[in-house]
């Protein structure tokens, strides 16, 4: 009997507390009484826990009673809002100005009353950590109603307008609402919030953040599934400051499936543009005599479009897989290309490439012939030139692009977060990154690729030093050669005719460098190939030389050939000055020693061969024949070649 009496006792209080909560909860046809919604807070703060177990469906059921009474006055104010709002032609766009005083005075009224009401339900919650402003500002929450309704007829129902598609209608429909409206609620709005405890917030970004959320009511999937979109449109919608909305763009990013979709169209994209730039006739070619070749401008270009497509992303992380997935692929494919353009000329003597087709502008038939003429001569050299200017012109761009403030965060990103770092680590063509989160990252995010490409650079250049070394060296030998032989003096002005194919060929090439090169690569070439040649005659045609086997003419046609050497390489050289001389020193002072006459021969025969300490020597000799760059030891071989040497 006692048990059923307890049992009654809870079933009576449970009916009194429902009876309770549904006398004070408010309907939406009623009016507001605040007080009321305050006994029914008090109820399902203190008697639902003091009088009724909690595990009990009671709680749920007065917790939703309280939370849909304030939600019923809230309609209940925001139906007064939008009926005032309507006499002004909401949701048209607003003319302020033209309206009625009676008709702005109650859109103002009911706009202040439904502030207040916010206002009141913030301190009636304020205890309460999952009551949050996730909606805005009550009033403007209001005035996007209509605005939804329209949107769903649009792009939620049958129409024409809904196409999944074409995601950047649903972007560009809401961007023209919000800027449609700017001004009603830059001028209008924001002067009604100056005077309530809201006037810190920007009317026309709260309402542009409420207009928003429309999109994430949409399935893209579809449309991702079959080609990519861009997202610009969509990242102007997040707030830093906004800790609880991250914006539509994470609506979309936040799925991975998208995300990686999105990555893999822009990758596919990317690679389809690369083929077509190293596929087409002009890739090699310099478009309208203007440096670098077609194909690095263009690549640029591309590398640039795909920086300015994911810079916008909020996220280090998505950033950093563009970089890798999409950024590097392509700097590192037109390194690979160039690379490989150059193993071809280095291991075959007649043709630039036949595995490679398209490479650095090089035809894929098999015409031995055409293919020989490639690498030789001028057309040969102007391959590898082309494959420098290429080379230099990306790695100076990654140098311009490394010191970015974009990239110069992505690298600080990447060095002070360690899941990113352990991506960084592995990739070849990226900088091993500090783990010091206090230390600012040594070098740029470009320079494991700016290295690569240096190398790349410095290997095409010995390969342009070899190639116009060997060329012409082969045309000199034959000069060489016929020196013994020949007999026939030669005036003071006459060049030799076996010497003129050398001294033409190097002229083309220098002249040829001098217009296809940027001018610290080409004075930089010139001085390792003057360098190389000086050497290699000096040695040849006198240093190795028997003693007293030249003879008074061949010794005046020596310096008379040492002198056309400078010569010919200040005439291709017109802009380098009295720099043309320098790697040609040593055979123009050994040229001078030979064809020295009477008392200045006698003075380097006993400058030379007397013991005198270094420092008077290089003085004297300096004097003798301007110049101290041969040793002691090389001048006294060059005099004892001379069949006049009494030493």
Known sequence: MHRRLREQESVRAYVQVIHRALQLRNQPECPIIVSKYRALQSLVRRDVTDEVDISLRLVSFLEETQGQTWLNMKAVLSSAFLAASENLHWPMQVDYSTASSEHR???????????????????????QDEYVRMDGLYPIQALVQPLSQRFKYHFEGSRQTNKL???????????????????????????????????????????????????????????????GFALSATLSGRYADDTEWKGISDVILGRKEWFDRWVEGEKLDAWTITDDIAESEDAASFHNDIRPTVSARQLKSLVEQVTDRYSPLPNFTHRTRFLI????????????????????????????????????????????????RLTAGVEGIMRLCKALVSAKYIS???????????????????????????????HPSLPNPNNSSSDLPDGTIFEELVQQYDKLVTRTEDMIVHQVCAEVETAWKAHFTSQGSDSTPHSDVSISPTLLPALSMLSTHLSTLRRTLPRASANSVYRRIGSHLNTHILQRAILYRRSHEVTDAERMALQRESELWVETCRLALADAGDRVEVPWRRLVQAGRILGAEDQV??????????????????????????????????????????EDCIL
């Open 601 to 642: 021969w006698a003075e380097i025969l006993k400058v030379s061969f007397d013991d005198l300490d270094k420092e008077k020597w290089e003085h004297k000799i300096r004097n003798l024949i301007h110049g101290a760059d041969l040793s002691r030891e090389e001048v006294r071989m060059i005099a004892r070649t001379r």
């Open 105 to 127: 005075k109650a859109f103002e009224d009911a706009f202040h009353l439904l502030l207040d009401f916010q206002e009141i339900g913030e301190k009636l919650h304020s205890d």
């Open 325 to 372: 997935d999409v950024q590097l692929p392509l700097l590192e494919g037109y390194h690979g290309r160039i690379s490989s353009s150059l193993d071809a000329f280095e291991s075959l003597s007649n043709t630039l490439v036949n595995a490679v087709p398209g490479a650095l502008g090089t035809p894929s038939n098999g015409d031995t012939w055409a293919r020989g």
């Open 165 to 227: 598609d074409k995601p950047e209608w649903y972007f560009t429909h809401i961007l023209n609402v919000s800027h449609e409206h700017r001004i009603f609620f830059d001028d209008v709005i924001q002067r009604l919030l100056v005077s309530t405890k809201f006037s810190d917030i920007d009317a026309w970004r709260e309402f542009t953040r409420s207009l928003l959320p429309f999109l994430a009511r949409l399935a893209f999937d579809a449309s991702l599934r079959e080609d």
């Open 396 to 426: 100076i761009a990654m140098e311009v692009w490394g010191e970015d403030l974009f990239f110069l965060e992505l690298w600080t990103e990447i060095n002070h977060k360690a899941s990113l770092r352990a991506r960084a680590e592995i």
